[in-house]
């Protein structure tokens, strides 16, 4: 994890709304949202109602606590090809400056 202490006000709308909606840990609220879009819904979340974003909240955080190890290996390994892509790029342009 990132040694930053991550602050509500740093969280993005949704991520604020699903941290109110759900009393998550903040940690958490960025993990809700992806299983939001990408389980619950298979959309993105722009369109629902109030209503309608509660209700996926709660179930993506109950659907985050059941499956857990499932949902933390997949973030990781997004991290991990996230990082490689990342260290690559830096490569590229450092090669392009020498």
Excluded: W
């Excluded at 604020?16 to 958490?28: P, R």
């Excluded at 109950?62 to 991290?79: C, D, G, K, S, Y």
Aim: glycine share 4%.
């Amino acid at each position: 994890m990132n040694d930053e202490l991550l602050r509500f006000e740093d969280l993005s709308h949704y991520a604020k709304t699903i941290v109110i909606d759900t009393s998550c840990a903040l940690e958490d609220a960025a993990k809700i949202e992806c299983v939001m879009r990408d389980h619950i819904f298979r959309a993105p979340l722009d369109g629902l109602s109030r209503v309608q974003f509660r209700r996926g909240a709660r179930e993506a955080y109950e659907l985050l606590q059941a499956e857990r190890p499932l949902f933390e290996n997949h973030f990781a390994q997004v991290r991990r090809i996230f990082e490689q892509g990342h260290a690559s790029d830096q490569q590229r342009e450092e090669s392009k400056a020498a």
